[in-house]
């Protein structure tokens, strides 16, 4: 249902010695809150902090996160929305990967906390344009949670026929993003294609067709496609490759506009359905979080592998040739699509995805050159070697935004332990989860396309949210 949140686990108390820092926002969506608490542990276990918010597990031991070990303390940083209320606890858990979906893998180690996220309120305000042929129409939007309100909404302008407008309102909400459906107060709904609410962090956003994009104007309403180049040779590598594009939605409709590229290895898996192993199907994880209102739309290139791809893919800490690769891609491939298809062409604009080893060779790549690539996704990326993360370990922090996600399944949990061992290098390094770093795991998931191709829409979302 539009109105209903999901229910929260409850909490059980127990005394134990906590603490909490709060940091000043830097927007008013936002605002980094600092956890952290003195426990002691058995082996193979760790802390972690459980919260009825989404950003803190929303109440289910299992999604509870783990905190990072600094000598005797356990601490943690994490994004809320700012002046947000919110309840925690702290519990220690098992790290065996086969318990982690467990719920009742956990003993509480502190009592219920109560908190509000500083920040001033901390209020997003989004004004929404919906264009329909309803005769009178109201928005239904969260306000805070539990909290969903109605606004009316007044016509702004006309729309594309005579039974049609253009409505307006301007809501407020606490949440850090505004979640809303609008309905005509007699019992029709607008909901998205497949069901659900809009969401959107937008402070002007319109609404048509089942379409949310960011601004005044309606989406375009096209339709996304492929372009493939075949055998483009590399005269850096010595060796050919095809070259898979994708152009978002608006792409052809609005053809002074300009996009971000997301950069994507192995490229003939990541679209269509005739991929090896049913590939990931990027394309259709993009049309739906752009036609959701949930992602920028980009530009995705798509880069196939070779015969050398495990040397390409190898970070030269780990004897492979990963500088060559980032250099063919940061000195060939990137001016040559810069020159073909309209992108924005700037760091903040341009991110590396891959999974495996190509998840690690997109760390590698966003380590080395952050200068060119300011968004990072990894899933499932090989960090069992570790040459890479002692690496980070070691130097200075990047100004990065990076994705890292696993499973916890298969014969080696999917690398779930190291995947873990370098988000905590980067919570170290002052990186913030929900921030600068998103981090997943995707329990029952092992180490193939098939769940990388459900949650790639995840990593997504984090590296290009609508704006």
């Given at each position: 249902m539009h109105d209903q949140l999901a229910p929260t686990r409850p909490f059980i108390a127990v005394a134990a010695i906590v603490a909490i820092t709060l940091v000043a926002?830097?927007?008013?969506?936002?605002?980094?809150?600092?956890?952290?608490?003195?426990?002691?542990?058995?082996?193979?276990?760790?802390?972690?902090?459980?919260?009825?918010?989404?950003?803190?597990?929303?109440?289910?031991?299992?999604?509870?996160?783990?905190?990072?070990?600094?000598?005797?303390?356990?601490?943690?940083?994490?994004?809320?929305?700012?002046?947000?209320?919110?309840?925690?606890?702290?519990?220690?858990?098992?790290?065996?990967?086969?318990?982690?979906?467990?719920a009742g893998n956990a003993r509480a180690v502190s009592g219920v906390i109560d908190a509000t996220a500083p920040g001033g309120g901390g209020e997003l305000t989004v004004r929404v344009r919906y264009v329909s042929g309803f005769s009178q129409a109201m928005l239904r939007y969260g306000y805070a949670d539990g909290d969903w309100?109605?606004?009316?909404?007044?016509?702004?302008?006309?729309?594309?026929?005579?039974?049609?407008?253009?409505?307006?309102?301007?809501?407020?909400?606490?949440?850090?993003?505004?979640?809303f459906v609008p309905h005509d107060g007699a019992g029709r709904w607008d909901n998205p294609p497949g069901g659900g609410n809009y969401r959107t962090r937008a402070a002007t956003a319109t609404l048509q067709d089942g379409r949310l994009a960011a601004g005044t104007q309606p989406a375009s309403g096209g339709s996304s496609r492929i372009e493939i180049v075949r055998r483009w040779y590399s005269r850096i590598l010595g060796n050919a490759r095809d070259v898979?594009?994708?152009?978002?939605?608006?792409y052809d409709a609005q053809p002074g506009r300009r996009f971000p590229v997301l950069y994507a290895h192995d490229g003939q898996n990541?679209?269509?359905?005739?991929?090896?192993?049913?590939?990931?199907?990027?394309?259709?994880?993009?049309?739906?979080?752009?036609?959701?209102?949930?992602?920028?739309?980009v530009i995705i290139v798509g880069l196939a592998n070779t015969s050398g791809r495990m040397s390409e893919y190898m970070?030269?800490?780990?004897?492979?040739?990963?500088?060559?690769?980032?250099?063919?891609?940061?000195?060939?491939?990137?001016?040559?699509?810069?020159?073909?298809?309209?992108?924005?062409?700037?760091?903040?604009?341009?991110?590396?995805?891959?999974?495996?080893?190509?998840?690690l060779i997109s760390v590698f790549i966003g380590w080395e050159r952050p200068d060119v690539f300011g968004k990072v996704g990894s899933l499932s990326g090989s960090f069992w070697l570790p040459e890479l993360s002692n690496r980070i370990e070691r130097e200075p922090r990047r100004d990065v935004r990076v994705w890292l996600d696993s499973g916890n399944a298969g014969n080696s949990d999917d690398s779930l332990e190291n995947t873990i061992r370098l988000r905590d290098i980067l919570l170290r390094k002052g990186f913030v989860l929900g921030d600068d770093l998103g981090h997943l795991v995707d329990y029952g998931a092992s180490h193939n396309e098939v769940y990388w191709r459900g949650r790639v829409h995840r990593a997504l979302e984090f590296l290009f949210p609508a704006r």
């Open positions: 926002p830097a927007t008013a969506e936002a605002v980094e809150v600092r956890f952290e608490v003195r426990q002691d542990t058995g082996w193979g276990e760790s802390v972690y902090v459980i919260g009825d918010r989404p950003e803190l597990g929303d109440g289910d031991r299992a999604g509870a996160l783990r905190m990072v070990p600094d000598g005797g303390l356990w601490r943690l940083a994490v994004d809320l929305p700012a002046g947000a209320a919110y309840r925690y606890q702290y519990l220690v858990r098992s790290n065996d990967a086969d318990r982690l979906a467990d309100r109605d606004a009316a909404m007044t016509i702004v302008g006309n729309g594309r026929n005579a039974s049609e407008h253009v409505w307006e309102a301007t809501v407020r909400t606490r949440r850090g993003e505004l979640e898979f594009v994708y152009l978002p939605p608006s990541i679209f269509g359905p005739d991929a090896m192993f049913g590939g990931w199907r990027m394309e259709l994880a993009a049309d739906r979080m752009i036609r959701e209102g949930r992602m920028e739309e970070p030269n800490e780990e004897g492979g040739d990963g500088r060559r690769y980032t250099s063919f891609i940061v000195d060939e491939i990137k001016p040559w699509v810069d020159r073909t298809w309209r992108t924005k062409t700037g760091r903040e604009s341009t991110g590396v995805i891959g999974s495996s080893l190509g998840g």
